[in-house]
């Protein structure tokens, strides 16, 4: 394990951990050098191709809300401390904490796949959901764009999806994503955690801004397009206070929706938060992650299915509360439509009008 005392520019983690399927445990000693020497090696990002043989993935899981999925990217440059999907890094061999948000996987066949998974004859449309493991609109996004390719295969299919994202890169595909809205075919989650800048940017070093994020809440919502608004991590003694907020600037730029999630803290991810409270908030580091036990029972975390989301106890049922005002107060409670799955087509392919000439 590599720790460091204070923030490394543009990452999130303070540490380097072991991956739980490793072998051999690194661990940290004192050589001497400062935390000033540390700062000074710079972390580089490399993104390497993933080559997957399928591209949708199913669960089963009765809380998360869909049961298919693509995921373009695994890691994530955005670096968010309180990523869910850090310890999927140890399947790789590598590490949930400066790995996760440096060595980055993309699967280029991405559009190819999902053109021939559509394909099949005994495929039965299903809302597919873009992102719910790592954000697809990354920064290696601009240059890679996995997900547009994606997106441009759904829009030929008029095949629905949903899509989460912090990211205001999204607004390059709002021409796919707009023109697919008028069917009733897409529906976008922008996640938008703090309005406090600088909270922001050291617990989500390279997301955009809040301010960015709200700006394509409203240039979606200008274009038609359902917006809702995730306030995810709802962390207590942290951001927990500014929920109502987060959810009346939502709703002044056009959001129609909104969800949140209690903070979880599975496996690695545990020891790298509070490794990040500790550099970056001392001063309210015990408090948070007191209130934190007191939402799961005692530990710092509940995997059951009912609790993992919201959590438990006398601090959680006020949270719940407090957001199911919010919403009703901001015109936010209202349920969206359901997407349509009737408009679904396989297109024709080249030289399937030969056929009719055979």
């Known amino acids: 394990m590599t720790t460091f005392t204070q923030q490394i520019r543009g990452r999130g983690a303070r540490s380097n951990r072991s991956g739980r399927f490793e072998a051999e445990v690194r661990e940290a000693f004192d050589d001497g050098w400062t935390a000033d020497d540390a700062l000074a090696t710079a972390i580089a990002t490399s993104v390497s191709p993933e080559r997957a043989k399928t591209i949708i993935t199913h669960n089963d899981s009765p809380d998360v809300g869909f049961s298919a999925s693509i995921n373009p990217y695994r890691g994530c440059e955005h670096g968010c401390i309180y990523c869910y999907a850090r310890p999927a890094h140890a399947y790789m061999g590598l590490s949930a904490g400066l790995d996760f948000e440096s060595k980055l996987f993309f699967k280029p066949e991405a559009a190819r796949l999902l053109e021939r998974e559509l394909s099949d004859p005994r495929y039965k449309p299903e809302i597919i959901h873009i992102g719910g493991n790592t954000d697809p609109y990354q920064p290696q996004e601009r240059k890679l764009r996995v997900t547009r390719q994606v997106l441009e295969v759904l829009e030929r299919f008029n095949h629905p999806f949903s899509i989460i994202s912090k990211s205001a890169l999204i607004l390059r595909d709002l021409d796919v994503i707009s023109s697919m809205s008028t069917k009733n075919l897409v529906r976008v989650a922008i996640s938008i955690t703090t309005l406090d800048r600088r909270l922001a940017r050291s617990m989500e070093p390279r997301a955009a801004t809040p301010e960015k994020r709200l700006e394509a809440v409203r ?86 299915w009912g609790k993992r989301m919201k959590g438990e106890g006398p601090i959680a049922a006020l949270m719940s509360r407090r957001f199911a005002t919010a919403k009703q107060r901001y015109g936010l409670a209202e349920p969206l439509p359901p997407l349509d799955l009737t408009h679904f087509r396989i297109p024709p392919q080249a030289g399937d009008q030969l056929q009719l000439f055979g």
């Open 219 to 304: 240039r979606l919502a200008g274009a038609g397009v359902p917006v809702i608004v995730m306030f995810a991590p709802c962390i207590p003694g942290l951001n927990d206070h500014e929920m109502e907020a987060v959810l009346q600037r939502a709703a002044e730029a056009g959001a129609r929706g909104a969800g949140y999630v209690a903070l979880r803290l599975p496996l690695e991810i545990k020891d790298l938060f509070e490794e990040w409270l500790a550099t970056d908030h001392p001063d309210r580091a015990s408090r948070v992650m007191s209130l934190i036990r007191q939402i799961r029972g005692g530990k710092a975390y509940d995997s059951q």
